[in-house]
């Protein structure tokens, strides 16, 4: 069974940071990873998703990196904004499951002026 | 863009009512998946639908929940007879494509007094 931990649980930072959030699970036996964001009473915004094959994935100031091996999964924020501020999430599927994602806790990322 | 679209936004039930949340996923996808937000909590899975029937379920997706493609567009989720607990935002997700990537839907939110 596919268990996702993210931490930090939440994050408070100046604008302008470089920040990182981190993302670990147990069945490394994956096919992708994704990582949404959460605006809060709002839906789920897919920011990335890295195929197994690849190590790392890059959208605008967002870089996600996998290393499946030891089960884990980094997102970099470059240069962060206050529009930023939101949950961010992970979820990996289960590799005896066709799509089934495993959602972490998230972590609340707060970039204040 | 393409979108996974879902209605009500807001729905508010009494207890032991029948609520039906509709789903219209990605036009192309085939495969379809209901999940759920307890406030405060994680994303939960409740269940795959593929080729007309049910791929897997939760065990939060017991007896009490449905889901049916009663026509070629919408992917609905029927609760038969709500409890105080089914209280939550309840997403629509739906997979196409080579990369699996999972699109969702604004979500439901489903408050039951």
């Known amino acids: 069974k596919q268990e996702v931990t993210q931490i930090p649980a939440a994050l408070s930072v100046p604008e302008g940071e470089n920040l990182v959030l981190n993302c670990s699970f147990t069945d490394s036996a994956i096919y992708n990873l994704q990582w949404f964001r959460q605006d809060p009473g709002k839906g789920l915004t897919s920011l990335l998703l890295i195929q197994s094959s690849q190590r790392e994935q890059t959208s605008g100031r967002l870089n996600a990196s996998l290393d499946k091996s030891s089960g884990r999964s980094t997102l970099y924020i470059a240069a962060s904004q206050p529009g930023d501020s939101a949950t961010y999430l992970c979820?990996?599927?289960?590799?005896?499951?066709?799509?089934?994602?495993?959602f972490g806790q998230g972590t609340i990322l707060t970039v204040h002026p | 863009e393409p979108e996974v679209t879902q209605t009500p936004s807001h729905q508010v039930t009494q207890m032991g009512q029948e609520v039906i949340l509709r789903c219209v996923p990605i036009?192309?996808?085939?495969?379809f998946y209901w999940y759920r937000q307890i406030l405060g909590q994680k994303v939960e899975f409740l269940v795959s639908f593929y080729n007309n029937e049910i791929s897997e379920k939760s065990e939060i997706f017991d007896d009490q929940f449905s889901v049916e493609r009663p026509d070629g567009s919408n992917f609905t989720l029927k609760i038969r007879s709500t409890k105080l607990e089914d209280s939550a935002m309840y997403f629509c997700a739906s997979i196409g494509g080579q990369s699996y990537e999972q699109y969702f839907g604004p979500g439901t939110r489903l408050t039951v007094t």
């Open positions: 979820a990996a599927p289960e590799f005896t499951s066709y799509g089934k994602l495993t």
């Open positions: 036009s192309n996808h085939l495969y």
